[in-house]
């Protein structure tokens, strides 16, 4: 069994059967008196943060999880199927598990996916995807203007906030930590 | 060929020999003499949180402890006549390890006799200015104005804690826990705070004052413990039951139960003038005058880069 020494960023644990995964933490030694660990603390199925504190040298349960990179493959209702390009093995996740990160996938797409247990609990896209306008009011032309911004709906049914500029079949990078638009790609 | 320059390493042995430096002609111009006391010592301290280090000779046969402070061999030296003395030296803890820890550290310990606690705090205030002083010529900070703020214990569980001490003083580990998550983190957060009045439990090697509670204090910067100043306890008996209490206290918790340091206890019934006295972390200091956002910050070689 775990303690508090073995507590750093990224550790996961198990309270009351969830896990969680230490975002930050601090010893604290306060004057002449007990130890505690202080902890920042992430429920991995929800993404809430909640603060934790531990006395030191408390037992910790390790929460059985792993992460492995997995291919998408195709939709399937309401889910989204994903390989291990290693193994084979196939595993879905439904929309709302995914979220926001259903509009990241395409095909071929490689995702890091959070398994609990052995079942799959959350998804971490790459950093930046690149996805193609679908529709969106068109660009003025000569306007490499900033300033202004519209909407633009790309093929994963994404929606961005673009500069004027972009039309129609343009290909944009998009940073899917916060969802923005970062440039348009040449082609 | 020499390897190129880390002027990281460089900047931190520069600004820590500036505060040795400093904290040495501010106890010079006062009068106080520096000491040096042992590493490896009988009895390494005996409050219940404190782990030390064993150490054995080449046998394999226990020898004695790091100390975890240099506070009984200091007394000792009041016993005998110094009666203003300074220490800046390492002390050595088990088991903490943090942003604000390292198994070991700089510690600033000094003693005045015929002296109060009032006067370490005075003492303690001025040295803080002098040595952010002594770091300005190098165009770092601002020294804080003085006298710092003063609280009580139940003062400071009272406005940062929304409890009063006489709720929490019987159950020792709620009382940390509310301290460590509530109060310290908010404790000095402008300028430094003076936190006075510890409940008798938590006394320590401090006398009682004539309100009962134990005349200790403790100064708190932005969230961090600073130092753990007394005035001095000087009746054997009374230090005896203490140690005696803290060693059933350390058996029931399951910790290592460390002797008694039996020649303090002599030299304490021998005679040791009322005295002040105050333990500094001077790594500590360095991080919270420089603005750094841990110890390790300001130190050549952390454990970690050991």
């Given at each position: 069994m775990a303690d508090t020494s073995d507590i750093k960023k990224g550790f996961k644990m198990l309270i009351d059967g969830v896990p969680f995964a230490v975002v930050d933490h601090q010893f604290v030694k306060p004057g002449k008196g007990q130890a505690f660990v202080r902890t920042r603390i992430k429920n991995m199925m929800t993404g809430a943060v909640i603060d934790r504190t531990f006395k030191s040298g408390e037992k910790l349960e390790k929460a059985d999880t792993e992460e492995r990179t997995m291919q998408y493959l195709y939709p399937e209702g309401d889910a989204r199927v994903f390989m291990d390009t290693r193994s084979y093995e196939q595993i879905s996740l439904s929309n709302e598990q995914l979220g926001d990160n259903v509009h990241y996938l395409l095909d071929g797409t490689e995702v890091d996916i959070m398994l609990f247990e052995g079942r799959p609990i959350g998804v971490t896209p790459p950093t930046f995807v690149e996805l193609l306008v679908t529709e969106t009011e068109p660009g003025f032309k000569g306007d490499t203007s900033s300033n202004t911004t519209k909407p633009a709906t790309c093929e994963t049914d994404l929606v961005v906030n673009v500069p004027l500029f972009v039309n129609a079949g343009d290909k944009l990078k998009i940073d899917t930590r916060t969802g923005d638009y970062v440039e348009r790609v040449k082609r | 060929m020499a390897a190129p320059a880390d002027p990281a390493v460089l900047q931190v042995l520069a600004l820590r020999a500036v505060a040795h430096r400093s904290i040495r002609r501010f106890f010079e111009e006062r009068d106080f003499v520096e000491v040096e006391t042992p590493a490896i010592v009988p009895s390494p301290g005996l409050d219940v949180h404190l782990a030390a280090f064993e150490v054995r000779n080449p046998k394999g046969e226990p020898a004695g402890w790091l100390a975890t402070s240099p506070e009984y061999q200091m007394k000792r030296l009041l016993s005998a006549g110094a009666e203003r003395i300074f220490q800046l030296g390492r002390s050595y803890r088990a088991d903490e390890h943090g942003r604000h820890h390292e198994r070991e550290f700089t510690m600033l310990e000094w003693y005045r006799a015929d002296s109060t606690s009032d006067d370490v705090i005075r003492d303690t205030e001025e040295l803080v200015a002098f040595v952010a002083n002594a770091l300005t010529e190098k165009g770092e900070l601002s020294p804080f104005s003085v006298p710092w703020q003063r609280l009580t214990v139940d003062e400071a569980l009272q406005v940062?804690?929304?409890?009063?001490?006489d709720a929490v003083i019987h159950d020792e580990e709620r009382f940390f826990r509310v301290w460590a998550e509530e109060v310290q983190p908010r404790l000095g957060n402008e300028r430094p705070v003076i936190v006075t009045d510890w409940p008798s439990s938590m006394a320590s090697l401090a006398r009682l004052k004539p309100n009962g509670m134990a005349d200790r204090f403790e100064a708190f910067f932005r969230g961090v413990e600073l130092c753990n100043g007394f005035g001095e306890l000087t009746d054997a008996a009374e230090q005896r039951r203490r140690f005696e209490r803290d060693q059933a206290d350390r058996q029931a918790a399951g910790a290592p139960v460390y002797p008694i340091d039996e020649r303090f206890l002599d030299d304490l019934e021998r005679g040791m003038p009322e005295s002040g006295g105050n333990a500094l972390g001077v790594d500590r200091l360095l991080m919270l005058l420089l603005g750094a956002d841990s110890i390790q910050a300001v130190m050549p070689f952390p454990e970690e880069r050991l």
């Open positions: - | 940062h804690g929304d409890v009063a001490l």
